[in-house]
């Protein structure tokens, strides 16, 4: 079956430390994978996309994140964390199959910045 | 317009009444999406908009939801005899053309809560 799998459901790091959160999907053929963050009572904004070309994606805020398909991964990282990164963050793919546009979210992690 | 943008931005009822949700996707935008956002469920799409036709409402829990569009461009879900499970944060999203890679835009969600 097609999924995408985020471990870990709450991260906390210091303001400055590295921030790293995981993403795995399942599925024969290679989706395409978004993530996005989501702020307190607003919607979801995109953070950044792998479609096709270069494996490692830099998106805003500093964030990026590096498709690797030999272990059906795209983890989010960012070298040096924010206050302002506190959010909640959602990996999501479209898989080639059914409507092929529409977004199958992983269940979030919610990151907290600690100073 | 500049975002997608819905109405209500909360809306309380009780349990057996009928709701209508707003969405006013990106102008421009063919293909719109609605999701639902809920502690238990995660992130889950509702259903998907080509222009006014909907190929895929898959995702819709009950024929108690349902969901249209006109003109290309606003779009309304409506759910019927409401229940205290529909409470959530239903979302809607557009899209420039509704290819898999194309980057879903998504409004600031509607909470409803169902007494």
């Known amino acids: 079956a097609q999924s995408v799998t985020q471990l870990g459901s709450h991260v906390s790091v210091s303001e400055g430390a590295l921030v790293l959160l995981r993403c795995n999907y399942s599925?024969?053929?290679?989706?395409?994978l978004f993530w996005y963050v989501q702020y307190p009572n607003q919607g979801l904004q995109l953070l950044l996309k792998y479609t096709t070309g270069a494996t490692l994606v830099k998106g805003i805020n500093g964030f990026e994140a590096e498709f690797k398909k030999s272990e059906t991964s795209f983890h989010l990282t960012k070298p040096s964390a924010h206050m302002s990164d506190a959010a909640e963050y959602f990996c999501a793919v479209t898989f080639s199959t059914g409507t092929a546009s529409k977004l199958t979210f992983g269940t979030g992690t919610r990151l907290q910045v600690t100073l | 317009g500049a975002g997608v943008s819905q109405s209500p931005s909360n809306k309380v009822t009780e349990k057996g009444k009928d709701v209508e949700l707003r969405c006013d996707p990106i102008s421009g935008h063919t293909a719109l999406y609605w999701y639902r956002q809920s502690l238990g469920q995660g992130l889950e799409f509702l259903i998907y908009f080509q222009g006014n036709s909907a190929p895929d409402k898959s995702g819709l829990p009950s024929d108690r939801f349902s969901a249209e569009r006109t003109g290309g461009s606003v779009s309304t879900l409506t759910i019927q005899r409401t229940q205290q499970e529909d409470s959530a944060v239903y979302l809607c999203?557009?899209?420039?053309?509704?290819?898999?890679?194309?980057?879903?835009?998504f409004g600031p969600g509607t909470r409803l809560t169902v007494l």
């Open positions: 999203a557009s899209s420039q053309t509704g290819v898999r890679t194309d980057t879903q835009y």
């Open positions: 599925s024969s053929v290679p989706p395409y």
